[in-house]
């Protein structure tokens, strides 16, 4: 595998810093060993039970070339109950439903007043019956979800469908522990690593001064240990040198993958879609103790070649979705999170409200979540409705003022200059053209809601205080 990298005898050598061909990667899919991070395994507890399905096939497919670190099973089962099913989620999602249908009569009933609407009480009642019919029937399918889920992902591992699955697959594919000898040895090494910023973990480490918050005692070590544990595995007989190693991680820290244009302007980043390579040290590291080609791909990479690598292997689109939205998800430090609003050309203050992955507005908002400024060129949507309430009639003075423009959509207008408005409740229904919760609408890329940000900078902020 290793000799077939590449035709070109310029590029002979330096490898390391160019991404593998896709018909290189699907061959070492079908040849060599393929190792998964734990937070594949973790996110397999978010999928339904179709996708579970695609991923028990997949497995099957890779067969005995399947393999896992014993540091990526000992963190799955030290998070294992992060990711199981529990009645506050329900509580929550039940109870933001209740508080939505306190709004809804809220503004009703104001507009009833306003326009002193005969037989309001009745009207009145009328909606709050239908509302409570409406979130009622949610509730039931909100907790009869969660019933499924409990009787899916049980507390008792026996019972459990992620685990029975892990069991079928990797029962006699799992690494050995290090001695407690060989683990002092193994935390020294790190540390020396740590320190010359050599991958993997080196972002873990809380005298790194690019993590504002390491992990504390010897968790910082989980990236490095599982991967001595995997180059040891490597050198035993595993088929490496001549099929490949594939690791898969959801991990998008900078100790793990390199975007090659990370010293380009952030137009040029952004507009590069975020693609990344291996980080260069880990792929010349195999290279060195193992004679083999390197790939690493997160979960819908690694989905898109599985698929393309056999082509009788059946994955939902449903499955595909999931993945992605699994790397956005998986962030493990609240700096990564702010670095990367920075890194895709936004102000660390500024927020995104969306449809169907479609950005429809920018807003920058204090940290209170109150004010809001919605940045020029962000859209709002036309509404029909002369009942429709006050904050969403806004557009209409915003229009006359020549704040809004003709969108290039018939349905949208255009922000023709950015505009402050008293809350970021009021912000979202303008651009929804329905009433819309500030809190649950604006958010980072990532998926936080809008007022967190401000708390996440706010500790930041008091962390360099506190150091100084």
């Not at 049980?154 to 019972?159: A, C, E, F, G, V």
């Not at 590291?285 to 292997?313: N, P």
């Not at 992955?357 to 109150?370: H, N, T």
Request: proline share 3%.
């Amino acid at each position: 595998m290793s000799s077939q990298r590449s035709s070109l005898e310029i590029l002979k050598g330096f490898e390391k810093w160019q991404p593998l061909p896709e018909e290189h990667v699907t061959q070492a899919l079908r040849e060599g060993l393929v190792v998964f991070d734990t937070n594949v395994l973790l996110h397999l507890y978010d999928l339904e039970e179709e996708s579970l399905e695609d991923w028990h096939r997949i497995f099957n497919k890779i067969g005995d070339r399947v393999w896992l670190p014993h540091q990526v099973m000992d963190e799955f089962w030290k998070n294992r109950f992060t990711k199981l099913p529990t009645e506050s989620s329900t509580t929550g999602f039940i109870g933001r439903l209740q508080a939505a249908k306190g709004t809804v009569l809220d503004v009703y009933e104001k507009w009833l007043d306003d326009t002193k609407t005969e037989n309001a009480d009745e009207a009145l009642d009328e909606l709050r019956s239908e509302l409570s019919d409406v979130i009622g029937n949610i509730s039931n399918q909100i907790n009869a979800s969660q019933e499924q889920r409990k009787q899916r992902f049980d507390r008792d591992p026996s019972k459990d469908g992620v685990v029975q699955l892990l069991d079928k697959i990797f029962s006699r594919r799992v690494g050995e522990p290090f001695s407690n000898s060989e683990l002092t040895k193994q935390h020294a090494i790190a540390d020396a690593r740590y320190s010359e910023k050599i991958p993997p973990g080196f972002h873990d480490d809380s005298n790194n001064e690019q993590a504002v918050k390491g992990k504390n005692s010897d968790a910082k070590y989980g990236d490095y240990l599982l991967w001595r544990q995997l180059l040891d595995h490597g050198k035993n007989g595993s088929g490496v040198a001549s099929g490949g190693l594939i690791f898969i991680t959801n991990d998008g820290t900078e100790d793990w993958w390199r975007d090659p244009f990370e010293n380009f302007d952030k137009a040029t980043r952004k507009a590069q879609g975020g693609w990344l390579i291996p980080h260069p040290l880990l792929v010349e590291e195999v290279q060195r103790e193992l004679g083999a080609s390197y790939i690493q791909l997160k979960s819908h990479e690694f989905l898109e070649s599985i698929r393309t690598a056999y082509k009788d292997l059946k994955i939902s689109q449903r499955t595909m979705d999931q993945a992605a939205e699994a790397e956005i998800a998986s962030s493990d430090s609240k700096a990564e999170e702010v670095q990367r609003i920075i890194d895709e050309g936004l102000d660390s203050h500024v927020f995104v409200l969306t449809k169907h992955s479609e950005i429809l507005a920018r807003a920058r908002i204090d940290d209170d979540g109150k004010t809001t400024t919605v940045l020029a060129n962000s859209t709002a949507r036309k509404y029909y409705s002369e009942s429709a309430p006050a904050g969403v009639r806004q557009a209409e003075d915003l229009l006359a003022q020549g704040i809004l423009g003709i969108g290039e959509h018939d349905d949208r207008y255009k922000f023709v200059q950015e505009y402050t408005f008293d809350s970021s409740s009021t912000a979202a229904s303008v651009v929804t053209g329905a009433n819309r919760s500030g809190y649950d609408s604006w958010k980072t890329r990532t998926g936080r809601n809008a007022p967190s940000l401000g708390e996440v900078l706010s500790q930041l902020n008091n962390d360099d205080e506190e150091e100084e």
